[in-house]
C-alpha cells in the first residue's frame, strides 16, 4: 500500500467514508502518489479545533461552508460534528439558512458592487432576511458565519460589512482570521471529498 493511499484511508475515516471510497479526484491523487494528501488531512483535521472558536462554532462554520458548496460529504460530517459538539436543531437549521441567505445576499451585492451604479443601490432588495435580525447562535457568530460564506463567495461588499459589523460586535482579528482560515480549508476539501 503506497503512503498517499494510506493517507487517504485515514481521511477518509476522518469524515466517516469507507475505505475502499474513490472518486475521481481521489483516484487521480492516489495513481500519483501525492505528497499533497498529507497536506490535506493535517488541513482538514485542523478545522475541527480552534484556539478563537469553539469546536462547537469550528463544526457549524465548517456546516455552512459545506452546504454553501454544495457539498454532501462534507455536509453530513460537520452536522454529525455539531451534533457532537452539542449544537442544537435549531443551530444547526441557522447554519444552513445562513448558506442560503448569504448565498442570496452575495449575488444581490457583488451585482450593485460591480455595476457601481448609484440607481441600484438606491432600489429596494425586496428581500427578507429575519434570520440575520436575532439568531440564536448570537449575532456575533452569525455575523462571523456569513463573514466566512461572503468571503467563499466573493463579495468584497459584504466581507467587508460583516467584518466590520464583527469587529464593532467585540470580536477579535484572530478569531475573524480562523474563520476564514476554516472556510477556505473546507472549500478545499471539497474538492477531494465529494
Known sequence: MSESTETIEELLAIVG?????RNESIHLLEKGNSRYVRDLKLNFSSTLTSAHITEKECALLGLSIAINNNNKVLTDFFEKQAQQKDAT???IAEATGCASLLALNN???RFRHFTAKE???R???RVRMQLMGNPVTGKEFFELMSLAVS???GCEMCVN???ESILALGATEERVFDAI?????VTSAGKILY
Open 107 to 109: 449575488v444581490l451585492y
Open 89 to 91: 436543531a435549531e443551530e
Open 119 to 121: 440607481k441600484y443601490t
Open 161 to 163: 460589512a460583516h467584518e
Open 151 to 153: 468571503a467563499v463567495n
Open 181 to 185: 482560515r476554516i472556510a477556505s480549508i
Open 123 to 125: 432600489m429596494p432588495a
Open 17 to 21: 467514508l469507507n475505505e475502499g471510497y
